[in-house]
C-alpha cells in the first residue's frame, strides 16, 4: 500500500479562517475590507445561490412534494427539509459523533459557504446590559470578561451592514438597535399582542436579519415567506450571499472548499505555524502555513479542532492548559405549545407569508423581578398564518379528525391557519454534567477523533419550561382558544427539548481574564497561543435567552479589528 | 452576487417571465423550476406497485380525500414506495390486508362493502388484534392522501392558499384583521 504523503504549501498565509458561518463570514469581510489578506477554509462545498436554492417552488414541482425521493421525511431521515437550504444534518454519513450513557444530544453540523446561515431564523437579538454579568446578577456561571458597553459598538456596526428589523421600544431585556422598518404584523399576531397586552407582557416588532430597504446593494424583502430555502436576492442576511461572497471580489479572499480541518500545527515557540485539513475529494491531507489562525467552524467543532491539535507541549489539547476545552456546554431552553384559535375560524384568505418567520415577538419580561421561580428567563417565538403547505402540514389534523371522505376534508380546510404556536427559547445555566470531549474509541471517515457529548439539564431548566408551559396556555386561553398539545412533540416530549435541537450550542471554549479558567481573552485570543482566535458562539461565557447569531457576528467583527491591530503593530 | 433585482424575482415566482428580462442567475433558477416541473408532468407508469395494487391506492385515496387522486395520490405513493422498500412493504402489506376482509378485494368491492371496511379502520378506538394492523395501516394511507391533495394546485386552491407571489410591501387586508379581532376576546 502507498504511503500518502501530506502535501505541504509553500507559501505562508497571513490569515486563515477555518468555518465560513456568521463568526467566519464576519471575519472575512472585516479582514478583506481593512485590506488584509485571508484564507478561508470550508468544509462543505461551494455554494451557489441561484442553482442550489429552491425558493419559490411548488411542492408539486417535484414528484416526491418535498419528501425526498426515499420517502426521508416520513422516516425522520430527511433532516431538514427538501427546499429548504443544502446545508447540513443531525447526522452526516461517515462523519458520527457519541453520547454519553444516559445522554440524549443532537448535534446539526453544516457544511457548505455560510453554514447554518443559509437557512437559519434570521432572529437577531441583542444581549442585554446584564446578560453579560450573570454570576454577578444572580450567583450563577460566569461574568463575560466584557460587557455591553464594549459590543455595542459592534453590534451598531453588524446591524446596520446585514440588516435588522425592528422598532424602538426601551425594553431593558432587547437592548434597541440600528433598526430597519418591520414588517405589518399578521392577524394571528395582532391577537396574540392584544392578549399580551391584557396579560402585561410585552409583545413587539420582531427583530430579523431581513432588509426591508434597499442596503448595500442588496433588494428589500420580496415576503415570500421562504428564508429558510434560501434568498435569491440576499435579502436576509447569510454569510455566504452578505459577506464571503461579495468580499470575494476584493481579490483579498481565497476559499478552500471542501476542506475538513483535522489539526492546528504548532512551531518551537507553541504558536500555530500551520492547518493541516483533508482534502475531501481526494482524502488526502494538505497543510498550509500561516501566521495567524481564526478558528470558526461552530463552537463544538472548535473545540473538537483544539482538542485533537496536540503536541507534545499540549497535552490537553491546544491552548487548554486551563482544562475548559469542550466545558460549559450549553443549548438554548426550547418548549412550544400549539393553539387553535376560534377567532381565526373561517378567516376571509388573503396572503400572509411574510418574511420567514414572525413580525412579532415576546421578549422577556420578569428581568427585575425578585424572588423568580426560576434562574434567567426566556422570550417567546410565534408562529402562525396561511402557511404553504406542505407535506406533514395536516398529519396533526388527520390524527386528531381520523376518519375519511369529505367530512375529513372539511375538518382539515377548517383547521388551516387557525393554530398559534408559541415557542420559548431560554437560558440554560452552565454545569458540570454538560460538556463534550474526544471520544477515544471513535474516528470519522477521514480518520478525526470524534466528540462525545454529555449532557444534562438541570431543575432550573426544568421549571422554566413548566413556566414557559404556563404561560403559553394563558395567552392561548386569553385569546379565546384552546390549547392542542405540544407544537413539537418528537423533540419535546419530555416537557422540554432535547439537548441540541434549538442549535444554539456554544461556551466550550470560552473567553475570560483569568487563563486559569478560560481558554480566551478578552478578544477572543487564546491566552497560550497568540496567533491563535476563536470567532463563533465557542467563546460566550453565558448563553442568554436571546439566539447567538447576532453576537457572534459582533463579536466576531470585535476580533477582526482587533486582529488586524495587532497585525498592524506587528504583535501576531 | 447575482444582480437581481426586486421586481425580477417577483416575475420569477410567477414562473411567466420571459427570461430574456432576467439577470443570469434568475434566469438559471427559472429553468431549474420549469425543468423540475417538466419531470413531474406527462404520463405516468407505476415504478413499485403492480397494476392491481395501483389501482386500490388510487382509489382508496380517493375514498379519504376526494379529489385525491386527480392530485396525483397514486403517483405520488407510488414513486416514494420506489425509492423506499420499507415504505412500499406498508402499502403492499396493507392493501393485502384489506384485499382479505372484502371480497372479490378492496378496489373492486362494492362501495356498502368498502365503507364498512372504511368505518373500521379509520378510528383508533377500534383498536383491536383482530383490526390493528389495519388501522395502522389506514393512518399511512390517510397521511399520504392528505399530503398528495394538500401539496397539490387544486389542494391549495381549495384551502385558499394565497401566497408565493411575494409582495413590494407586506399588507394584511383590514377585512381580515377585522374580522378576527369581532370574533376574539378583544372584539367588543
Keep these: ?69 426515499h420517502a426521508e421525511q416520513y422516516f425522520d431521515r430527511q433532516q431538514w427539509g427538501y427546499f429548504n437550504a443544502p ?108 392578549a399580551c397586552d391584557k396579560l402585561r407582557i410585552p409583545c413587539i416588532p420582531s427583530r430579523m436579519a431581513i432588509i426591508t430597504k434597499p442596503t448595500n446593494g442588496r433588494v428589500a424583502c420580496h415576503y415570500c415567506g421562504q428564508c429558510g430555502r434560501g434568498c435569491v436576492t440576499a435579502s436576509n442576511y447569510s454569510s455566504s450571499q452578505v459577506q464571503i461572497l461579495p468580499a470575494m471580489k476584493t481579490g483579498r479572499v481565497e476559499v478552500i472548499a471542501n476542506a475538513m480541518a483535522r489539526e492546528l500545527i504548532t512551531d518551537s515557540r507553541g504558536k500555530v505555524s500551520a492547518v493541516s485539513y483533508i482534502d475531501k475529494a481526494t482524502r488526502t491531507e494538505k497543510q498550509i502555513r500561516c501566521r495567524t489562525v481564526v478558528v470558526a467552524a461552530s463552537a463544538c467543532e472548535s473545540a473538537r479542532l483544539l482538542l485533537n491539535s496536540k503536541p507534545a507541549r499540549h497535552g490537553n489539547g491546544l491552548a487548554n492548559g486551563s482544562g475548559v476545552v469542550g466545558k460549559y456546554l450549553t443549548d438554548s431552553v426550547g418548549f412550544g405549545l400549539s393553539g387553535r384559535i376560534p377567532a381565526l375560524e373561517g378567516l376571509p384568505r388573503h396572503d400572509s407569508d411574510g418574511f420567514g418567520g414572525m413580525h412579532m415577538y415576546i421578549p422577556w419580561w420578569e428581568f427585575d423581578k425578585k424572588n423568580k421561580a426560576f434562574p434567567r428567563g426566556y422570550h417567546v417565538e410565534i408562529g402562525g398564518g396561511f402557511r404553504m403547505p406542505q407535506v406533514g402540514s395536516f398529519h396533526g389534523s388527520c390524527r386528531r379528525h381520523e376518519g375519511y371522505g369529505a367530512a375529513l376534508k372539511t375538518k382539515i380546510k377548517g383547521d388551516y391557519g387557525v393554530t398559534v404556536n408559541l415557542a420559548g427559547r431560554g437560558e440554560m445555566v452552565p454545569n458540570a454534567h454538560t460538556y463534550c470531549e474526544i471520544d477515544p474509541q471513535v474516528v470519522d471517515r477521514f480518520g478525526i477523533p470524534v466528540l462525545r457529548f454529555h449532557y444534562r439539564w438541570s431543575q432550573s431548566e426544568m421549571d422554566q419550561a413548566r413556566h414557559m408551559r404556563e404561560t403559553f396556555q394563558e395567552i392561548i386561553q386569553t385569546m379565546g382558544g384552546t390549547v392542542l398539545g405540544l407544537a413539537n412533540p418528537e423533540r419535546e416530549g419530555g416537557g422540554i427539548s432535547v439537548g441540541g435541537t434549538i442549535i444554539h450550542e456554544l461556551g466550550t471554549v470560552r473567553m475570560g481574564d483569568d487563563p486559569k479558567s478560560s481558554a480566551l481573552n478578552r478578544y477572543c485570543q487564546a491566552h497560550e497561543v497568540k496567533n491563535l482566535f476563536v470567532a463563533d458562539a465557542a467563546p460566550f461565557v453565558s448563553n442568554p435567552e436571546k439566539n447567538p447569531t447576532l453576537t457572534i457576528t459582533a463579536l466576531a467583527w470585535r476580533t477582526a479589528e482587533y486582529l488586524a491591530e495587532e497585525m498592524r503593530k506587528g504583535n501576531v | 452576487m447575482s444582480e437581481v433585482s426586486r421586481r425580477d424575482v417577483l416575475r420569477n415566482i410567477a414562473l411567466s417571465a420571459t427570461l430574456g428580462g432576467l439577470s443570469a442567475d434568475a434566469a438559471q433558477h427559472v429553468h431549474h423550476a420549469a425543468a423540475e416541473e417538466k419531470k413531474a408532468s406527462g404520463v405516468y407508469k407505476p415504478k413499485a406497485f403492480n397494476g392491481h395494487e395501483y389501482r386500490t391506492v388510487g382509489a382508496l385515496s380517493e375514498m379519504i380525500i376526494p379529489g385525491a387522486k386527480a392530485a396525483g395520490a397514486a403517483e405520488f405513493i407510488d414513486l ?109
Design chain 1, 1 to 69: 500500500m502507498a504511503v500518502m504523503q501530506t502535501v505541504r504549501s509553500a507559501k505562508v498565509h497571513d490569515v486563515v479562517v477555518i468555518g465560513s458561518g456568521a463568526g467566519g463570514g464576519t471575519v472575512v469581510q472585516v479582514l478583506a475590507k481593512l485590506g488584509v489578506n485571508v484564507t478561508l477554509i470550508e468544509a462543505g462545498p461551494m455554494l451557489n445561490p441561484a442553482k442550489d436554492f429552491k425558493e419559490h417552488m411548488w411542492p408539486w414541482q417535484v414528484g416526491h412534494r418535498g419528501a425526498g425521493e
Design chain 1, 87 to 194: 446545508n447540513g444534518y443531525w447526522d452526516i454519513e461517515g462523519e458520527p459523533y457519541t453520547t454519553a450513557p444516559g445522554t440524549e444530544f443532537r448535534w446539526f453540523r453544516s457544511r457548505i459557504l455560510g453554514g447554518r446561515t443559509n437557512h437559519y431564523g434570521r432572529i437577531s437579538l441583542r444581549f442585554s446590559d446584564y446578560d453579560f454579568k450573570p454570576y454577578s446578577s444572580d450567583g450563577l456561571g460566569t461574568d463575560w470578561p466584557i460587557g455591553y458597553e464594549d459590543l455595542a459598538p459592534y453590534y451598531d456596526k453588524a446591524e446596520a451592514f446585514i440588516g435588522v428589523t425592528g422598532t424602538k421600544e426601551g425594553i431593558q431585556s432587547a437592548p434597541d438597535g440600528v433598526f430597519q422598518p418591520p414588517a405589518a404584523p399578521r392577524v394571528h399576531e395582532i391577537l396574540v399582542k392584544k
Design chain 2, 80 to 188: 416514494l414506495a420506489s425509492g423506499n422498500p420499507e415504505f412500499l412493504a406498508i402499502f403492499t402489506g396493507g392493501i393485502a390486508w384489506m384485499d382479505r376482509r372484502v371480497t372479490p378485494n378492496f378496489v373492486d368491492a362494492g362501495k356498502a362493502e368498502q365503507t364498512a371496511l372504511l368505518d373500521q379502520i379509520a378510528y383508533r378506538k377500534n383498536d383491536s388484534p383482530e383490526l390493528g394492523a389495519g388501522i395502522r395501516f389506514f393512518e399511512w394511507a390517510r397521511k399520504m392522501a392528505a399530503d398528495a391533495y394538500y401539496t397539490s394546485k387544486a389542494g391549495m386552491e381549495e384551502l385558499g392558499y394565497k401566497g408565493n407571489v411575494g409582495m413590494t410591501e407586506f399588507k394584511i387586508p383590514q377585512e381580515a384583521i377585522d374580522w378576527a379581532v369581532k370574533r376574539s376576546p378583544f372584539g367588543g
